[in-house]
């Protein structure tokens, strides 16, 4: 389990790499030069040239991607031109409510298709799976903006139960912030929660004698007579838990 959990983490180290090499050569090929575009047409080549050195875009490609990596798991994500503040200052404005919503929303679709999942699998073929999947596949089909938008007509604009937009800020208090951020996280949720129901079906196997896989993994570490272990019970489990470990959509249900 150890070596599988090494291999699992430098896969995903690897990845990483990989995407930030694309994401560099991607913005190497594209077309234009920043420190033209920062400075304008009028600029001269000299005031360009400048530029391109205290930016540091005369330095070889190795060397500038290394800086730009470094920089990466440094968190520092340079200087915005723009707002002439660094990056990050802007980052830290909004991961306030950006995280707090993000996480709204994943506990609330993880609530959701949890118990919708579980259920349909429960029932498969039989009537209640099909209600639970049409439900499932309404929510994957509907846009997310559209979904929004009756949203804040029927609970803003119609009950007027909250506000149709803006944030008072967390200075004003929990509760009126949550119930700004209420809309939102329901919009984004939903039709999360949705696919995360469809997966989970997909994935975990199809109920037999009223027993899925987690419930055998609950009757393994939960015996009620503390019963010895055979060993079909723990390569059953082992299994199980494999299962769970390969697949990103039952690891984020469960």
């Not at 846009?143 to 200075?171: D, E, I, K």
């Amino acid at each position: 389990m150890t070596a599988y959990l090494a291999k699992r983490l430098a896969i995903a180290a690897a990845t990483l790499v990989l995407a930030s090499v694309v994401v560099f050569a991607v913005l190497e090929v594209v077309p234009g030069d920043p420190a033209r575009l920062m400075l304008g047409m009028n600029a001269s080549a000299e005031q360009v040239e400048q530029l391109r050195t205290q930016m540091g875009l005369n330095d070889p490609l190795l060397l500038r991607y290394l800086h730009w990596a470094g920089g990466i798991l440094r968190l520092d994500f340079g200087r915005s031109y723009t707002y002439s503040v660094p990056v990050i200052d802007l980052v830290r404005e909004r991961v306030i409510v950006s995280l707090p919503l993000a996480l709204i929303a994943l506990a609330l679709s993880t609530a959701i298709a949890l118990p919708v999942g579980l259920y349909a699998a429960s029932r498969h073929g039989r009537m209640g799976d099909t209600l639970a999947m049409g439900a499932t596949q309404f929510g994957v089909a509907v846009p997310n903006f559209w979904f929004a938008l009756l949203l804040v007509y029927l609970f803003a604009v119609w009950l007027r139960w909250v506000p149709a937009g803006g944030f008072p800020g967390w200075s004003a208090g929990v509760g009126p912030a949550l119930k700004a951020l209420a809309l939102p996280a329901v919009a984004l949720a939903l039709p999360q929660a949705a696919i995360l129901a469809v997966g989970s079906v997909q994935q975990v196997p199809v109920v037999r004698d009223g027993e899925i896989a987690v419930g055998s993994v609950m009757k393994l570490t939960l015996s009620a007579d503390h019963r010895a272990l055979d060993g079909a019970e723990v390569a059953q489990f082992l299994g199980t838990v494999k299962k769970y470990l390969q697949n990103p959509v039952l690891l984020s249900v469960a």
